[in-house]
């Protein structure tokens, strides 16, 4: 059965360019969320959708989007690239997105901007 | 906003010795999850605790709900443990709240 997959695996962008991440996650798993990781911020929620609907949304301006195809496919995108959006980005997969579920993570999307 | 704290921050063990890492974190949750995070970036669940206590191989977590308090101990500890671990909780909403996590050294 094949994990979560996240693509590209890195990825080197200017400032003020867009970039798109796409996260591919387990079959059937119908819950998609996303992560920023930094090493001064840590692990930080970007949002989750289930069944193409955004269900929650961390604290991020509105440059970070996000959607999820009708195959669970999801994507996220950062328009306007700032040099600290530089970081790892996480997808994770699991069921249905509740608590009684197991996460599964990706390897993860490294960003650099410059 | 729940406040998740994980002690310590780093730690360099022995091979063979008994490691314990803490998560406190502040308000009531529905589920607790032990992440391990090695170089490169890909992480692993380890535990997913609502209560009680978890054991895998040489690895067990447990949770106490009252005290907000939960433990990853790690017995025989070996080179290849070697990783940061995470502590992440949900409370009740599809969000994770996650510590900065413990980075463990085992030195042969």
């Known amino acids: 059965k094949a994990g979560v997959t996240q693509t590209p695996r890195y990825l080197i962008k200017t400032r003020g360019q867009q970039v798109t991440l796409s996260c591919s996650p387990i079959?059937?798993?119908?819950?998609v969320s996303w992560y920023q990781q930094t090493p001064g911020q840590g692990l930080q929620f970007l949002f989750e959708y289930f069944s193409e609907t955004q269900r929650n949304k961390g604290n991020f301006p509105g440059r970070f989007s996000g959607r999820q195809f009708s195959n669970s496919r999801s994507e996220m995108n950062v328009s306007t690239l700032e040099l600290g959006d530089s970081a790892l980005y996480l997808c994770?997969?699991?069921?249905?997105?509740?608590?009684?579920?197991?996460?599964?993570f990706g390897e993860g999307s490294w960003l650099t901007v410059v | 906003k729940n406040e998740v704290e994980q002690s310590p921050q780093n730690l360099t063990a022995q091979e063979g010795e008994f490691i314990t890492i803490n998560c406190s974190y502040s308000v009531g949750i529905s589920a607790l999850h032990w992440l391990q995070q090695h170089p490169g970036g890909g992480i692993v669940s380890l535990f997913m605790l609502s209560s009680g206590k978890k054991k895998h191989g040489r690895l067990i977590a447990t949770i106490n709900i009252q005290e907000k308090h939960s433990s990853l101990h790690i017995t025989a500890s070996h080179p290849r443990d070697s990783a940061v671990y995470i502590c992440a909780v949900r409370a009740g909403s599809y969000q994770l709240t996650f510590g900065k996590g413990t980075k463990l050294s085992v030195i042969p």
């Open positions: 994770a997969s699991s069921l249905a997105g509740d608590s009684g579920n197991t996460i599964y």
């Open positions: 079959s059937g798993h119908r819950s």
